[in-house]
């Protein structure tokens, strides 16, 4: 694993500014952290690759820390997010799983309750302690002001890829299932609410300072789905661990859920909304608490492009959401063509005031 010389960020009068925003202040300039900030746009992530597959990558302690810290040692981002997939979890519990080049993950996938019985959730931490130890060393060796975030799928989104088998656009075979087949798909969302609560738990036992549950699909849903499948599984989820870890904050990204968002805010108990590409900052912020942290939520394709049009939205998301906890991110991860060049650019525009 390489050395980590870490330099600091920029000064601040708090310890870990993202761990601040997350609890309901505001620190001026907004810390800031990217989803998939570790990824294939660095020459570094690609280098270390081409030496292992995906899942061994998130497996393996060493090199999950290194391609964690990536990031942090070239921009000084206010958040490391842990390395690893929203897949393991079923994974580890038994259901088959492989990443093949330009198709994705690829599951033998759930569609009847003999399906279901196969899958063990008694494994889920023994399994899992890789993870939690990638955790600890990355506890002790990222920098004082840099906040560790664990995170986990929602029950909903990793259900799309258990009963689909893979991604899709429209995840026909899980609604329908959904549909015909109720009582199933709610055993699968409630075996999901129970280990990701779990994990979620071990992971913070292991050093994570907070915990994002990425909704990645629940925009698929109308209304009604929306609250029985995304809100409820959530709120049950983030009360487990307020019971368990009360000071630990928790991010909620429902992304594509519209105005349903607001009321994802509002029923979950998520401390901090992330807002998808497609939302307006500012007409979110009125309609939810002005503790509630919004994060978010430039556009990936303008940190592709670059240029003044990145500096002059990035300023203008920014100062639009001053005078309330923000967090500064994108609408969805970094895009695989991003210069490198373009995320340091997109750091020093954000923390330019």
Not at 13 to 33: A, N, R
Not at 297 to 318: F, Q, S, W
Not at 320 to 326: A, D, K
């Amino acid at each position: 694993m390489t050395s980590n010389n870490f330099s600091s960020p920029q000064k601040t009068s708090v310890k870990k500014p993202l761990l601040h925003t997350l609890q309901g202040h505001e620190v001026w300039p907004p810390p800031i952290w990217l989803m998939r900030q570790a990824g294939r746009y660095l020459p570094e992530f690609r280098a270390m690759r081409a030496k292992a597959d995906f899942l061994t990558r998130c497996m393996t302690p060493d090199i999950a820390v290194e391609l964690t810290v990536q990031p942090i040692r070239r921009y000084k981002m206010d958040g490391a997010i842990l390395f690893s997939d929203i897949l393991i979890l079923p994974w580890v519990m038994g259901q088959s799983l492989a990443f093949i080049e330009g198709k994705g993950p690829v599951l033998e996938p759930i569609r009847s309750e003999a399906d279901l019985k196969l899958l063990d959730k008694n494994r889920v931490l023994e399994a899992t302690r890789p993870v939690q130890q990638t955790l600890s060393i990355l506890a002790k060796e990222l920098p004082d002001v840099t906040t560790l975030i664990g995170f986990a799928g929602s029950p909903f989104t990793v259900a799309c890829y258990m009963v689909e088998g893979g991604g899709s656009r429209d995840f026909a075979q899980t609604r329908k299932m959904m549909l015909q087949n109720t009582p199933l798909f709610q055993k699968i969302i409630d075996l999901l609410v129970t280990t990701t609560a779990q994990m979620l738990s071990a992971q913070i036992r292991a050093g994570a300072q907070t915990v994002m549950l990425f909704d990645s699909w629940g925009g698929l849903l109308p209304p009604q789905e929306f609250r029985q499948f995304v809100i409820e599984p959530t709120r049950q989820i983030v009360e487990f661990l307020r019971a368990e870890h009360p000071s630990v904050p928790v991010i909620g990204f429902p992304r594509l859920g519209g105005v349903m968002a607001v009321e994802y805010a509002e029923k979950t108990g998520v401390n901090t909304l992330a807002l998808d590409t497609v939302t307006d900052p500012t007409k979110i912020a009125s309609m939810v608490p002005s503790k509630l942290a919004l994060q978010g939520n430039l556009d990936p394709m303008i940190l592709l492009n670059g240029g003044d049009a990145l500096v002059k939205e990035a300023t203008r998301i920014r100062d639009s959401l001053r005078g309330r906890p923000h967090v500064f991110n994108l609408g969805h991860g970094v895009m695989q063509q991003t210069p490198p060049e373009n995320v340091a650019l997109l750091v020093d525009s954000v923390r330019n005031v």
